[in-house]
């Protein structure tokens, strides 16, 4: 319990996390290091506890608590050289928890800001190359979603509702793995409801980045099939993505 520390020197009590940390029990070193900074406040270990109770808690899988103590750390000691840590750990703290598609989006967002901080504050960093795998992974984790979304309504003949998702793809995730298929729905979903310039555009947008994918073939069957040209035609949103593109702006 607390009392057991009163007599110990703050680096006796951070080696005791330590050796809890080294034992597998990050619950129990968490607490521990927490008692480094309540009985040593302002010490130098008081310091080095804050950053280990922010990594046990996240070894723990206690997000929350993980969280607010990196965010202590950040506020605390903003120019410390661990900085650069204990805001990838406050990233992490949100990332961790985006472990299936059914998480809330919110954390999606937040992972996303926290991970943008640590990429653009501390470029030279350790972290900042694996923050950006996980920057591209959550990234690409929004956009799933909404494909997710989209294909639900697709499928129950909600045209419009579905157009709506696919489009989010296509102009704000067109850089993740989900942007071919995100055409392919629009084509349908246009021919559908009998937009033929829209799906035409789509699949000439297709056929211009992703000749070889399943999902073009798909779109230019459904296209010829009609007796309709993949190219870009009409005036509409896709148009003005076309033309992004063949400037170099889109993709």
Do not use: C
């Not at 597998?24 to 302002?42: Q, T």
């Amino acid at each position: 319990g607390d009392a057991n520390y009163e007599n110990f020197t703050a680096q006796q009590i951070f080696e005791r996390g330590e050796y809890d940390l080294a034992r597998n029990n990050p619950e129990l070193a968490a607490s521990v290091f927490g008692e480094v900074e309540r009985l040593y406040p302002y010490s130098e270990w008081a310091k080095r506890a804050v950053i280990m109770q922010a990594y046990a808690y996240h070894e723990a899988k206690d997000y929350e608590n993980s969280r607010s103590a990196a965010q202590r750390y950040v506020d605390f000691y903003p120019t410390d050289e661990d900085a650069a840590y204990a805001h990838y750990l406050l990233a992490l703290s949100y990332y961790d928890q985006i472990d299936e598609v059914g998480r809330d989006q919110g954390l999606t967002f937040q992972a996303l800001q926290s991970l943008r901080t640590v990429i653009e504050r501390y470029p030279d960093s350790e972290y900042a190359k694996s923050a950006v795998l996980k920057f591209d992974l959550a990234f690409d984790h929004l956009a799933s979603k909404e494909m997710e979304v989209g294909r639900y309504y697709l499928k129950r003949s909600h045209f419009t509702a579905a157009i709506n998702r696919f489009r989010v793809v296509v102009e704000d995730f067109q850089t993740t793995t989900h942007t071919a298929e995100a055409l392919h729905r629009l084509v349908e979903a246009y021919l559908s409801l009998g937009l033929t310039d829209e799906a035409r555009t789509a699949g000439a947008i297709l056929g211009y980045n992703f000749r070889g994918t399943e999902w073009y073939e798909d779109s230019y069957k459904l296209l010829t099939g009609r007796g309709l040209t993949l190219e870009a035609v009409g005036d509409n949103w896709l148009r003005q993505v076309y033309r992004q593109m063949i400037k170099g702006r889109w993709l």
